[in-house]
């Protein structure tokens, strides 16, 4: 029963991929869920044009296990060439001096609002949490991110290349996430990782039985239990009426059984007839497929180990647990299930759920061998994950855990591709890998590293020493008119 | 191996008080006095809680506890200098948090000082002084003043003895927080009521006996506050001020200057917009170096270089993490600093000389120099780095262990297959 997980990613990728080109044609409305489109809001993103290039005479890190004094990377079409010691660059290829500095994979963040909670953080800008129904399925991030939060550019200029933007956890079911390539758009589409599979956001314990504690419930965590059981329960009846030869399955006549939006949540289905898509349905029972992963923002042990419980009374896999302020403590129980973690290296004492913390919590569940990662959810934390990820190896050192460098940038780069079902195309320095690659001033893992050059899909998207290679957002043209020059 | 605590050791330890104040002497380090150049092979001498001498080549008293520092680096223990540390637990269990007097009739709270409700047995305070920040400035928060905040060193269990000065500023903001509440949702607003409070005071200053007489036209705030107000008017006590938009700042220079007031700048985030200002009326700024978004409208000019382009204009700044939970975060900070243009010595000043300057507590705090009070961090590299490990904290001369709640829970779930043990008391 329970499937390669990653096998599923790829076929979903696959199928997205297939689908990704062809624009639906007219669609009426409201759809039979026989025929829903893969892929409604397609990935329009492009690389950017780019030369052959060479980055030479830094010390490459590659996160696949290798680190190269005075190494190379070659980058052709977009693509990792070749890594080694010395690399066959083509004629005409850019060569980029990188002596004194270290070449790493670009950054992956496999928690971040920007965009859905946009700068300036106005209320006309808060757009991440859909505080209406503790099950809020339905609703895709993607339609709320703005494109010119200028958070984006700042992560570029920290060494993000790829992050997920997920809903808020103010509800059980948050709605599906979206992954990004961290380019200037003027449309999400645009910024839509191609191929990436979507994430479903659920959320444990404190938030959402404070938001809905006065106002319908749940209340209380027993509350949150039943509100996830109650939808997976609807969401494999409504998996198997559309898999399963049920009578939905085999109408592909595009009979539309009433006018009745698509949109409701609630029993769904016609009875005897064309089966009704329902968008909060459609993405539970994706998951179920194993087409969508499940992100699971949750803090406490004993809460952990329910979820994974849930997870096997359904079938499903979960394939990262959010914050995971108490993972340590079931970390076995995390390597068990292949589920990683998304952590922060130090956060703590905001609320009850995020007492019992450790900074070795990162390195204990890297030791227990369920993938660590270290994530932001933050703004100014994105911009700094490197750092974020040198404190947790520290701490680690300090418990006496051995950490090697090689793992600790596998916590922001290949772990994190690996949660985002992205680790096929990005998040090492590999042959074949999508070009995401950061040249930064100092090793790393240094507070005073600075990344000089970030490039995604072997184009050159900022670099620190060239103002136009700086992308600005809309938001920030023009906005000190009273300034005649900064430095 | 410090890691390696036994967990019972580790628990007596953090339980009990650390050990009294005795003769210690810090030997083979490179010591970064900060009243000078750093010192190759130096010695730092500590007696009855103070440093009694710093140098190369110091005898060493006799029957001193050694503490060998080869190889180590040796500094002032660091100061934060803006935080709620001891005034709340758990950030959103209301009963545990202490540091905002809710008054929303006028958003003045001059007279609530906030040492009583000091908790010496916070847990925050272990989890942060094992990072090397021994020194605080424990502050109010919210509204447009929010009372008296106070220093203290992170060691002790009786407020009295642990504070360094009490109060040491009165605390307030006009950022556009305040702005809804005390301002009549206007900056002008703000600014109007800061004035309204600061005239009042003087005038009931003139005659308190009237006012007790009931002679008195009515003020615009309690007659406790307008006594606590006094010291500020006489230019006594500093006024901690959050403001972050340029011009907010230009207002609150120009309120200093009118009332004669002796004006800190916390936040300002745009504060190297007016870097000239600012260094003109010699007013110094508590800076939270990683603050870049324009994450507000009053903040649409953050950068990561403020700290550097401030100093660079002559202005004294302190580096602050603005945080309680993480205060312990205090050199990232600094080190970031670094990155971002401040030369290094004057990153390791502004979290150890400059807050106490500031706060006019340098007579005995920032520096490693004789008669001033024992609070010295051993580092097994550069303090500012991430990957760089405390190995010794002393504070008033006493060395702390290096323990919190956050190492022992670590250790007692280090190895999950003795959980039947683990969950013992030990």
């Not at chain 1, 009875?271 to 994706?286: C, N, V, W, Y």
């Not at chain 1, 793992?407 to 070009?435: M, S």
């Not at chain 2, 401040?342 to 150890?352: G, I, N, Q």
């Amino acid at each position: 029963m329970k499937r390669a997980l990653s096998a599923l990613a790829l076929a979903a990728v696959a199928a997205a991929c297939s689908q990704g080109q062809a624009r639906p044609a007219d669609r009426p409305a409201p759809q039979s869920a026989s025929q829903r489109p893969a892929d409604p809001f397609p990935s329009t993103y492009r690389p950017l044009a780019s030369a052959p290039t060479v980055i030479r005479g830094g010390t490459v890190m590659t996160a696949a296990g290798q680190i190269i004094p005075n190494g190379q990377v070659l980058m052709v079409n977009g693509r990792i060439a070749a890594v080694g010691q010395t690399v066959d660059a083509p004629a005409g290829a850019v060569i980029v001096d990188a002596t004194g500095k270290w070449v790493t994979p670009g950054v992956i963040d496999t928690h971040s609002h920007l965009g859905a909670f946009g700068n300036p953080g106005v209320q006309a800008h808060s757009d991440g949490n859909e505080m209406t129904n503790p099950n809020t399925a339905e609703v895709w991030v993607e339609h709320s991110v703005w494109p010119q939060d200028p958070g984006f550019t700042r992560a570029l200029e920290g060494g993000i290349t790829s992050l997920q933007i997920l809903p808020g956890s103010a509800n059980l079911f948050g709605g599906r996430s979206v992954t990004l390539k961290n380019v200037p758009s003027r449309t999400v589409q645009g910024m839509k990782f191609p191929g990436a599979p979507y994430g479903l956001k659920m959320a444990c314990g404190e938030n959402p039985k404070r938001v809905y504690g006065e106002r319908g419930g749940p209340g209380t965590r027993m509350g949150n239990v039943a509100g996830y059981r109650t939808a997976w329960i609807r969401a494999a009846d409504y998996r198997r009426r559309m898999d399963g030869g049920g009578s939905g399955n085999g109408s592909a006549s595009g009979r539309s059984a009433s006018g009745e939006s698509g949109a409701s949540s609630g029993g769904s289905g016609g009875s005897g007839g064309t089966l009704i898509r329902d968008l909060e349905l459609e993405t539970l029972a994706g998951v179920l497929r194993g087409e969508i992963l499940v992100h699971n923002h949750c803090y406490r042990a004993d809460e952990m180990a329910q979820m994974i419980d849930i997870s096997h009374e359904f079938g499903f896999r979960i394939r990262s647990f959010h914050h995971g302020v108490e993972a340590y403590k079931v970390r076995d129980l995390m390597a068990r299930d292949s589920i990683s973690g998304s952590l922060w290296a130090d956060w703590w004492g905001f609320k009850m759920e995020a007492l019992d913390f450790t900074r070795a919590n990162v390195a204990m569940v890297h030791q227990a061998g369920a993938r660590a990662i270290v994530h932001s959810d933050d703004p100014t934390g994105i911009q700094k994950l490197n750092q974020e990820a040198a404190k947790a190896m520290q701490a680690g050192l300090e418990a006496g855990i051995q950490i090697t460098e090689n793992d600790a940038l596998r916590w922001i780069t290949a772990n994190a591709a690996w949660a985002l079902g992205i680790h096929d195309q990005v998040g090492t320095l590999e042959p074949g890998k999508q070009a995401d690659v950061v040249v930064w001033s100092h090793n790393p893992f240094s507070v005073y590293a600075r990344a000089d050059r970030v490039y995604i899909d072997g184009a050159l998207l900022f670099d620190r020493l060239d103002p136009s290679r700086q992308p600005q957002t809309d938001f920030e043209v023009g906005l000190r008119p009273g300034e005649t020059s900064n430095d | 191996m410090t890691n390696r605590l036994i967990a019972a050791a580790a628990a007596a330890a953090l339980a009990a008080a650390p050990a009294a104040a005795q003769t210690i002497a810090i030997t083979g380090g490179t010591v970064h006095p900060i009243s000078g150049p750093a010192i190759p092979n130096g010695t730092v001498i500590i007696q009855n809680g103070r440093i009694t001498a710093v140098g190369a080549g110091v005898a060493i008293p006799a029957g001193a506890v050694r503490i060998d520092a080869t190889g180590k680096i040796v500094t002032p223990g660091l100061f934060e200098s803006s935080t709620n540390m001891a005034l709340v637990e758990v950030g959103a269990v209301d009963a545990s948090a202490d540091f905002q007097f809710d008054d929303d009739e006028d958003q003045v709270a001059a007279a609530f000082n906030v040492a009583d409700g000091i908790n010496p047995r916070s847990m925050v305070i272990p989890v942060t002084r094992i990072a090397g920040v021994t020194t605080v400035v424990s502050r109010p928060s919210g509204g447009l003043i929010s009372g008296q905040g106070l220093a203290f060193d992170l060691i002790g269990d009786r407020v009295d003895e642990m504070a360094i000065r009490s109060p040491i500023a009165m605390f307030g903001s006009v950022s556009e927080n305040e702005q809804e509440a005390a301002g009549g949702g206007t900056r002008g607003g703000l600014f109007m009521r800061l004035r309204e409070v600061l005239e009042d005071a003087r005038v009931w200053a003139r005659n308190p006996q009237a006012f007790e007489r009931g002679e008195t036209r009515q003020f615009s705030a309690s007659r406790l506050d307008l006594a606590a107000l006094q010291p500020v008017l006489r230019g006594e006590m500093p006024l901690v001020l959050e403001a972050h938009r340029a011009s907010d700042i230009q207002t609150a220079l120009r309120i200093a200057d009118e009332y004669d007031l002796k004006l800190i700048i916390a936040g300002g985030t745009e504060g190297w917009m007016v870097a000239d200002d600012l260094a003109r009326a010699r007013v110094p700024v508590l800076v939270k170096v990683l603050r870049n978004l324009p994450e507000s409208f009053e903040s649409l000019g953050a950068r990561y270089e403020n700290a550097a382009l401030l100093r660079r204009a002559g202005v004294q700044v302190a580096i602050t993490t603005g945080e309680t939970f993480k205060a312990f975060n205090l050199r990232q900070e600094a080190g970031n600093a670094v990155a971002y243009g401040l030369p290094y010595e004057e990153a390791l000043r502004a979290v150890t000389l400059y807050p106490a300057q500031i706060f006019g507590v340098a007579d005995r705090y920032g520096t490693l120099e004789p008669g001033k009070v024992a609070n010295v961090v051993v580092w097994d590299g550069d303090p500012l780095e991430l990957t760089t490990d405390v190995e010794h904290v002393i504070i008033r001369g006493r060395e702390v262990p290096l323990v919190s709640r956050e190492t022992l829970l670590r250790d007692r779930y280090m190895n999950l297959d003795e959980n039947v043990r683990s969950y013992r008391r030990p």
